[in-house]
């Protein structure tokens, strides 16, 4: 288990965490862990507002593309998670 900042990358933490961000980000609290980016009005502005936040709240770097590839937030948390852990 990797921890940056205080905040695990594994597990529901970071899901959790990622799942906030989308919800702030696309203005819907009704979201969850397996909400797709597109089908919640998703564009690349607000995929550039999710990285920024993760990236503050972690302090690591998340290439915007990881939104697009992994548009749900326990796919992207996932994603994070293991470049995480081995460096990326």
Same mark, same amino acid.
């Given at each position: 288990? $990797?921890?940056?900042? &205080? $905040?695990?990358? !594994? +597990? ?6 990622? $799942?906030?961000?989308?919800?702030? $980000? ?5 979201? @969850?862990? @397996?909400? @797709?980016?597109?089908? #919640? &009005? +998703? ?9 920024? +936040?993760?990236?503050?709240?972690? &302090? *690591?770097? *998340?290439?915007?593309?990881? %939104? ?5 937030? !326990?796919?992207? #948390?996932? %994603? *994070?998670? !293991?470049?995480? !852990?081995? +460096?990326?």
């Amino acid at each position: 288990m $990797t921890i940056i900042d &205080g $905040t695990t990358l !594994a +597990g529901t933490d970071l899901r959790e965490l990622i $799942t906030s961000i989308y919800r702030e $980000t696309l203005a819907d609290g009704g979201l @969850d862990a @397996d909400s @797709d980016f597109f089908e #919640a &009005g +998703g564009d690349s502005l607000a995929a550039f507002q999710i990285t920024a +936040g993760i990236e503050a709240a972690l &302090g *690591v770097e *998340v290439p915007v593309a990881l %939104v697009f590839s992994y548009p749900t937030p !326990a796919e992207l #948390a996932e %994603v *994070v998670s !293991a470049d995480a !852990a081995s +460096g990326v």
